[in-house]
């Protein structure tokens, strides 16, 4: 999943730090600036194959069209 999304530049424009925080009990949550972007004890699953890199780049695309922000 790391390796996926910042291999994607677009994505990877947007990535400042990234921390893998170990826990315990199963819990795996993916967060972005204090927004959860999923959480697996709340859904009761593991997230599919694609859907945290999906999610973290439809949270860049919001962002990017809030703030006007083109890259090229």
């Known amino acids: 999943m790391t ?4 291999e994607n530049r677009e994505l990877e424009y947007f990535v400042k730090d990234w921390h ?3 826990s315990t009990g199963g819990k795996f ?9 999923f959480s697996k004890k709340q ?5 599919t194959e ?3 890199e999906g999610l973290f780049a439809q949270l860049v695309e919001d962002h990017k069209q809030a703030n006007k922000i083109i890259l090229s």
């Open 3 to 6: 390796a996926a999304i910042l």
């Open 20 to 22: 893998l925080i170990p």
């Open 50 to 52: 694609g859907e945290i």
């Open 43 to 47: 859904l009761g699953r593991h997230a």
């Open 29 to 37: 949550e993916f967060e972005v600036n204090g927004q959860l972007l």
